[in-house]
DNA sequence: AGTATATGTAACTTTTGGATTACGCAAATA
DNA sequence: TATTTGCGTAATCCAAAAGTTACATATACT
């Protein structure tokens, strides 16, 4: 399905890919437990966990023929990171309206 | 370009629209100053203004011919929340094993 | 050994998003 | 008033993403 790398936004930019991650914040999961809670074929979901394991969201670990997907932070990371920067946009933006506040009340 | 709306998490999977973010987190500006900073032809940014417009990234002031954007916080939110979910996620992982931890040591 | 299960991969189709060009319109300007 | 400027929209194209079916493989089970 994605041979070019999706980066992390676009990783998550994926409803189902989203829902593959929240469910795997409550257990870790095999490809087909997994699968069971989505309409789509068993080999698109299978594409959708090679997606995210290449992004960094999860880790994966053989026990004989099934696979446990579990979370990973790593591709959180960037995510927090992007955010973050947008937070502080925010939180220095009020504060300039505040002092712009003072200023004015305090003439 | 989009009719059917996308989501927060669809709207900055879009490099371009990240992009266009940070600039305007720098300054307010018209569609056409936004354009300079593009390769793309002003009708894409143009679509991508409204995008970011629908889904609560942006606002929009009409000044004359001009359309000034500027960003708005309503977008943001349900990345942040989304994100700090799996910052609790991360934290509380981090508490269990830090209480194994000291279970183990105390034995 | 033979069968069932868990999964990956390849080939292909469909859908959708992003980009372009061409056009229209209102506001500013000459 | 004629022209230029700043923008939106419609029609269309193209590429990429997401899905499906068919098949291959390794492990587990009987």
Known sequence: M???TLDAFQV???PS???MLRL???DSLTIN???ENFDMSR???SKHIKILYTAGFI???DIGRERYCTLKQDGFNELQEWI???DKFWISKLKKLETLLNNKLSK
Do not use: E, N, T
């Open 2 to 4: 994605a041979q070019p």
């Open 59 to 61: 880790s994966i670990q």
């Open 24 to 26: 795997l914040s409550k």
């Open 17 to 19: 890919r989203r829902k």
């Open 33 to 35: 437990s997994l699968a």
């Open 84 to 86: 973050s920067y947008f």
């Open 12 to 14: 998550i930019g994926d």
């Open 43 to 45: 080999p698109a979901v």
